[in-house]
């Protein structure tokens, strides 16, 4: 654990504690409004913001910051149009983003050497001034994913039931976008901004398999963005790889984990088909062929399904229920 | 300032909406009273379910006057009271438990970051006991039959103490055994006190329980008052009629 000691690798860590917490947290809401690739063109955009920096030999994150809001700004507008052109000028905002940022990272010599640092992280590069600033975005998106989950939820998954309720459905929709931008720069020293998109929807795609319900996934994904980004970070520096690369590997890892235990759970979760029984007169009584050496149970092999207050199980297209000693066909 | 409590829930006045520069409403007035159980029908393009969502601030109209709870729409705040229940297909919700989607229906009386009050939970558990799905608080929305959906987001609408529902077809899509236990629900619903307007193709289920029915046809009222006494008149398809018919001659042969 000598890496411990070393300071870039002590703000390396913290860093990338920070993206771990915050990426999940808005993912959970991008993935449920469905735009699982917002934080991709978002990353494309900071680019810009970056390559401006090199250019004219600021602080790369902050301007970053301003590049990635107002570009979310514009997105968000262009969405809320609703014309057919916005998808294409969409496009067209994120490819310009990124070669803006290459254009300009190149104009001062800087080339992609330098660019690929937040392309794909860097456990170098973060500055003490840095880390102030990530963790006083990282604040803001916290307080906001978590503090305004219920509303955030709402719009996300019912945007006209939310507007008839009252809610502002614009301002909450254009909050997600900027939030999603802020998060995208937190992300963007330690996971990169090619990979930050992944850490946004891999860990809630993963926690989504695995927990039922919008607020207990919400956490499981945040706690298996921080695993990802501090066990890439540490297997980084021994690798010597960039740590984008590793932190994004263990997530999709995680989430490959993740399917079989899904079936498994989906399973004993009992979803099984219900037929709800609308008419309270009771069936004719009739009796099943007699079962010989089989009693149907929930590991029986035949399909169950739940019928009023009770469970048929599908016996050659017959449903067969419990009654006594014997089957009554239902 | 208002004091006493005004008779009409909804009021419309010489409505006129058009979308994309084409009237889709016309000259609809109508007005709701408290308690009604009104049906708003008509066939496919006649603007129902256009009205409804003119009615929620959904849609801007371009002329005429509505007023909710007797306050000209643009001074009327007070959402919680309205309850909106969308159709079951555009609700599209993945990752969430029934408890989940029941509590946004509180967000119109909650402040942002404030906690789940006991008011709220209390509410929320009230709301799942009058759909009766109290035993699903927990189970995935997503898992849900299409009825018991329905259901769901029926108990969203009342978890915000709403006086007034409105239903955009609920019954489309939900077999004939569902559609009545739904309209048994809006029934009693009614009867304690809840003013409801549903959107309705035909009026099946619905039809010895309605004090009301608007009818309306290529954006224009045709009828107001008492519900049709053949419905299916209103509108082409009768397919699902002749098999309400049939399901009638079957359970009556038993």
Known sequence: MDFLTLAFMQRALIAALLAGLTSP???????????????????????????????????????????????????????????????????ILFYGGLATGVLLAGLVGQGTGMLSNYLFGSLLTITEADLWLIA???AVVGAATIG?????????TDEEFAKTIGLRVRAYNLLIVVLAAITVTVSMRTVGLLMVSALMVVPVAAANNLFTGFRTSFFAAVVIGVVAAVSGVVGSFYLNAPPGSLIVVIAIAVFVASLPLAGVLRRRQLTLPVIEITDPTPLPHQETDQHIDHSHGPECGHKAVIHGDHTDYLHNGHRHAAHGDHYDEH | MQVTQPDSVIRTESLLVELGGLPILREVSIDIKRGDLTALMGGNGSGKTTLVRTLLGLIPHQGGQIELFGTPDNDFHEWNRIGYVPQRGTVNI???????????????VRRPFSLTSKS?????????EQVELSDRAHRPFAHLSGGQQQR?????????????????EPFAGVDLGVQDSLATLLGGLNRQGTTVLVVLHETGALTPLLTNAIVLREGRVIHVGAPPAEPDHYHERDERAEERLLHGLIGESH
């Open chain 1, 25 to 91: 947290a808005i993912g959970a809401y991008i993935v449920q409004r469905r735009l699982s690739l917002l934080g991709d063109g978002l990353g494309h955009v900071a680019i810009a913001g970056v390559g401006l920096a090199l250019a004219t030999g600021t602080a790369p994150l902050p301007m970053a910051v301003a590049v990635a809001v107002a570009g979310a700004v514009i997105i968000e507008l262009l969405r809320q149009s609703g014309r057919a052109s916005a998808d294409v000028a969409m496009a």
């Open chain 1, 136 to 138: 006083g975005l990282a």
């Open chain 1, 148 to 156: 305004l989950m219920p509303q955030l939820f709402a719009v996300c």
């Open chain 2, 94 to 108: 993945k990752q969430a438990t029934v408890a989940e989607v029941v509590a946004t229906g509180r967000l119109s």
């Open chain 2, 120 to 128: 709220d939970r209390r509410r929320i558990a009230q709301a799942l």
């Open chain 2, 152 to 168: 769901v987001l029926i108990a969203r609408a009342l978890a915000g103490e709403a006086e007034l529902l409105i239903l955009d």
